[in-house]
Nanobody
Framework: QVQLVESGGGLVQPGGSLRLSCAAS???????VGWFRQAPGKEREPIAC????????YYADSVKGRFTVSIGNDKNTVHLQMNSLKPEDTAVYYC?????????????????????WGQGTQVTVSS
């Protein structure tokens, strides 16, 4: 069973950058790996997901062009580079991994079977 631990969250001013990391232990990351976030009073949403099979990515419209998801060189860590941060990016950020079906889910790349989740890391964007 894989355990996921996120790091890199914190307080940043609008326009700033943060880099989140998610390290897997106990087992390896599955084919699908993604970052999700949940803001106060809102549902959790997928924001950036990547396939370890072919490196195909998905980005939510709200973060496209500002966030970049990548797999680390050890193949067992996933990163989220966040640039040009906005106050509306404030949320708890979670990483998750699992298998996915390219013909199922919305979006498929972020819809996992037998998923595992980290505990989350707080990102606050404020002046």
């Amino acid at each position: 069973q894989v355990q996921l631990v996120e790091s890199g969250g914190g307080l940043v001013q609008p326009g700033g950058s943060l880099r989140l990391s998610c390290a897997a232990s106990g087992s390896t990351l599955d084919d699908g790996v993604g970052w999700f976030r949940q803001a106060p009073g809102k549902e959790r949403e997928p924001i950036a997901c990547i396939s370890r099979v072919d490196a195909v990515t998905y980005y939510a419209d709200s973060v496209k062009g500002r966030f970049t998801v990548s797999i680390g060189n050890d193949k067992n860590t996933v990163h989220l580079q966040m640039n040009s941060l906005k106050p509306e990016d404030t949320a708890v950020y979670y990483c998750a991994t699992g298998s996915y079906d390219p013909d199922y889910g919305d979006p498929p790349l972020c819809s996992y079977h037998n998923s595992y989740w980290g505990q989350g890391t707080q990102v606050t964007v404020s002046s």
